[in-house]
């Protein structure tokens, strides 16, 4: 996938490895329920065909901030019940305690998009029956489609698969993949000249970096295991572990936000790393995945869509896509194709400057840009 040889992988031994990690958790078992939705102990299992839900039905549509209407109803030899519990996405919405068995979630509760799920859970006589289904809450917009137009050009070294860029004090930050040749590396950027390297062991494939206040943090794509670095010498202070792939970094106030090739985003606390919050990226037709290198510019994630020459940028409270940028005028793949550079992927924000640059892997140029409507 992001080399030429990963498509020699064997894909069943693939699925089996995806399919048992699905959660961003950056510890084994993490990804801990409500209190409020874990199961009473006091109270045994109902026959599953006692409560129906007549809506919302399964993979039902909406958009951020629609209300949800819940509509239950007994079913066999059940006429009514004690009480019901509804939850949403994991919280409790409201307790029914007599018919008409129906109630709505509220836009306070459908302020994220993503998959998020609809639990019911009837009572009687001591007993329960839980009913679940799940839905998928868009975007409220159309991402406005810019362009961009390029202020000053850089010289890149060629060699360089860039993973992760960052700008700071002057210099640029940047790491770099593939196997026996992944690094991370100060870069002075009027020259392209790397000032600084750090090489990382042979067996890494090298991704995304950020800098968290004087530490640089940088992810490696499949061994689950990262580097925080002193920023002045990178001297290496700890190893950072988690749970899926590692592609993209970048700061947030106090938060460490990660992609892994999926249209989830991870926020990390730095210390240990663990996962406090997740952010399910959706515009308003579908899930957007394969996000890859991450900045943080003016209040927005900026993301590299790989495979792709746009960039998304989205709303980090809601996970919706604002808008997209279209790269591919930038440096045309039929070039890249003739000096072997590959996708576009690489963003670094100047914040004193309010300068944006970018750059590819194998680029021979990194571009400071301009958006334009």
Not at 24 to 52: F, Y
Not at 70 to 99: M, N, R, W
Not at 130 to 140: A, G, W, Y
Not at 307 to 312: F, K, M, N, P, R
Request: net charge neutral; glycine share 6%.
């Amino acid at each position: 996938m992001k080399t030429d040889y990963l498509k020699f992988i064997l894909p069943v031994f693939f699925v089996l490895i995806v399919s048992s990690v699905i959660s961003c958790s950056s510890r084994a078992g993490s990804a801990v329920k409500s209190q409020s939705e874990l199961p009473d102990k006091n109270k045994t299992s109902l026959p599953s065909d006692l409560m129906k839900m007549v809506s919302p039905a399964q993979n039902a549509e909406y958009k951020l901030n629609n209300q949800i209407m819940v509509s239950l109803a007994p079913a066999g030899d059940v006429k009514v019940f004690d009480s019901v519990k509804v939850f949403f996405d994991g919280k409790v919405v409201a307790l029914l305690k007599s018919a008409p068995w129906e109630c709505s979630i509220g836009s306070s509760f459908t302020g994220l998009t993503g998959r998020k799920s609809v639990k019911a859970v009837a009572y009687i006589s001591e007993k329960s029956q839980s009913v679940t289904r799940f839905v998928i809450i868009f975007s409220d917009i159309v991402p406005k489609k810019l362009n961009y137009r390029v202020i000053h050009t850089y010289p890149h070294d060629s060699e360089a698969f860039t993973q992760g860029l960052f700008y700071d004090n002057g210099v640029l930050y940047e790491g770099t993949g593939q196997e026996t040749g992944s690094t991370l590396r100060v870069v002075e950027l009027e020259t392209g000249k790397v000032l600084r390297q750090h090489n990382l062991d042979p067996s890494l494939f090298g991704e995304g970096i950020t800098l968290y206040r004087d530490r640089i943090y940088q992810v490696t794509w499949q061994n689950k295991v990262g580097y925080v670095y002193n920023k002045s010498d990178f001297r290496v202070l700890n190893k950072i572990f988690y749970q899926t792939e590692g592609w993209g970094l970048t700061t947030i106030n106090d938060r460490i936000l990660r992609s892994d090739g999926t249209n989830v985003l991870c926020f990390h606390e730095p210390e240990m790393f663990d996962v406090v919050s997740r952010l399910e990226v959706y515009d308003n037709e579908k899930k957007v995945d394969q996000l890859n290198e991450l900045e943080y510019i003016n209040g927005e994630i900026w993301a590299n869509i790989w495979q792709t020459d746009l960039i998304a940028r989205i709303d980090p409270v809601s996970g919706k896509v604002n808008s997209y940028i279209d790269m591919s005028p930038l440096y045309p793949e039929p070039n890249r194709r003739e000096v072997n550079a590959d996708v576009l992927n690489g963003i670094a924000w100047d914040a004193q400057g309010d300068r944006i640059f970018v750059t590819g892997k194998r680029w021979p140029k990194l571009y400071e840009i301009k958006v334009t409507d």
